[in-house]
């Protein structure tokens, strides 16, 4: 078992690699944006703190319950801020599970790019101007939290998948070694 936390900005493809991730390993994905459809709110048009909370605090409880399943869990989400993260990491240490961060790193160009092509298609709920910007700005990168960094142009590239599943594999096997060696 892992918990893996994706992060980045909207629109670097963290819910493509998740799905793909989640194939590949198996895993149980859990989306915050499909919690707070749920929940009768649109993250794309803004959400109040006290509801995010209350929307962690629900993903934190699924999680729990699926990783005391016996199952891997990707948490889809923007990872951020900081806390948000360490929330996940101490999940994951009171569970005994690696926690890996998977950071979809996205350029301002490729990310207007791809909000324009979905306003064209429809192939998700609009996030608005104002909400990208704000989330841009106040984005606290995981830098020195030792994340597995992709490229957003390679989010649906096997080989990407492939390398990220071996990756985290290789870490639960470490967990597990230490914790039967402990």
């Known amino acids: ?95 005994g599970v690696p926690f890996t961060i998977v950071w979809v790193q996205v350029s301002l160009d490729l990310q207007r790019q791809r909000v324009q092509a979905d306003r064209e298609t429809r192939g998700r709920p609009d996030v608005t101007d104002a909400v990208l910007a704000e989330h841009a700005a106040h984005f606290e990168a995981p830098s020195d939290e030792s994340p597995l960094i992709v490229d957003a142009s390679h989010t649906a590239d096997p080989v990407t998948v492939e390398y990220l599943a071996a990756a985290i594999e290789t870490e639960r096997e470490g967990t597990q070694a230490i914790a039967e060696d402990g």
């Open 1 to 95: 078992m892992a918990l893996v936390l994706m992060c980045g900005l909207s629109f670097s493809g963290k819910s493509t690699l998740a799905a793909l991730l989640a194939a590949e390993l198996p895993a149980e994905v859990l989306s915050l944006d499909r919690i707070n459809q749920e929940r009768g709110f649109d993250g794309g048009q803004g959400i109040a703190a006290g509801e995010w909370s209350t929307t962690n605090k629900m993903a934190h409880e699924r999680a729990i319950e699926a990783l005391e399943s016996g199952a891997h869990v990707i948490v889809d989400d923007t990872g951020s801020p900081r806390f948000v993260r360490d929330a996940w990491r101490d999940i994951a240490t009171a569970a």
